[in-house]
């Protein structure tokens, strides 16, 4: 069977989660609650078979992908392919910045149209679609028979959940993305299955699910 069971975890809380910032691809630590998450999910995961771990290697991401390596004892991979949606120019500002400042930026974004890039030199929907879709094959494809985890950003798991879920990127959602909540899928050749979304039952502190992480 050419299947891969996938456990995909977004990073724990970062300030900037909790301030409703942007942060693509700029480098932004945990906070002290993000690593706690992180050590919660890596002992959630204690008991699992898991052959090796790949991360976004931006530090959020990477931070929480150690503290589950750390557990199990598997190899660690820092892949760029699983960073957070690019923003451009746009990084480092809120929500409601970009709302006053640039309301039709802010327009595009809120409904999702998927050809929009962000800020200039950001990624389209459809642009980062295509990078995940690419990079989870990739790396799925080196394991199949073997589970594998996942670790990366809010904007990632909900391409991995609309792949998984065949839903438009213009779909509104209606799934969480909590932080260092863990979810589970299955990869073959022919695309992804969903098995298990959002799994917060090893935190006993609300997790915060950004639009963006």
């Given at each position: 069977m050419h299947v891969t069971r996938l456990i995909a975890i977004r990073h724990g809380e970062t300030t900037w989660n909790v301030d409703g910032r942007l942060q693509g691809h700029l480098d932004v630590p945990l906070n002290d609650i993000g690593l706690w998450q992180a050590q919660q999910a890596a002992k959630a995961l204690a008991d699992e078979s898991i052959s090796a771990i790949y991360s976004s290697d931006l530090q959020r991401a990477y931070v929480t992908a150690q503290a589950v390596a750390q557990v199990s004892g598997a190899p660690?991979?820092?892949?760029?392919g699983l960073r957070e949606r690019s923003f451009g120019e746009f990084?480092?500002?809120t929500f409601k910045q970009i709302e006053v400042s640039h309301p039709e930026?802010?327009?595009?974004w809120r409904t999702r149209?998927?050809?929009?890039?962000?800020?200039?030199?950001?990624e389209s929907l459809l642009a980062l679609r295509e990078r995940i879709a690419?990079?989870?094959?990739?790396?799925?494809?080196?394991?199949?028979?073997?589970?594998?985890v996942l670790v990366a950003h809010g904007g990632v798991l909900?391409?991995?959940?609309?792949?998984a879920t065949r839903q438009e990127l213009q779909a509104p959602r209606s799934w969480e993305l909590g932080n260092a909540a863990i979810n589970r899928l299955l990869w073959?050749?022919?695309?992804l299955t969903l098995v298990g979304w959002a799994?917060?039952?090893?935190?006993?502190?609300?997790?915060?699910d950004e639009i963006h992480s």
């Open positions: 660690l991979m820092a892949d760029a990084q480092g500002q930026v802010a327009h595009l149209d998927p050809h929009f890039a962000m800020g200039g030199s950001g690419q990079t989870v094959n990739r790396i799925a494809s080196q394991h199949e028979g073997e589970q594998i909900d391409i991995l959940y609309r792949l073959t050749p022919e695309g799994d917060t039952a090893h935190l006993n502190q609300g997790s915060r």
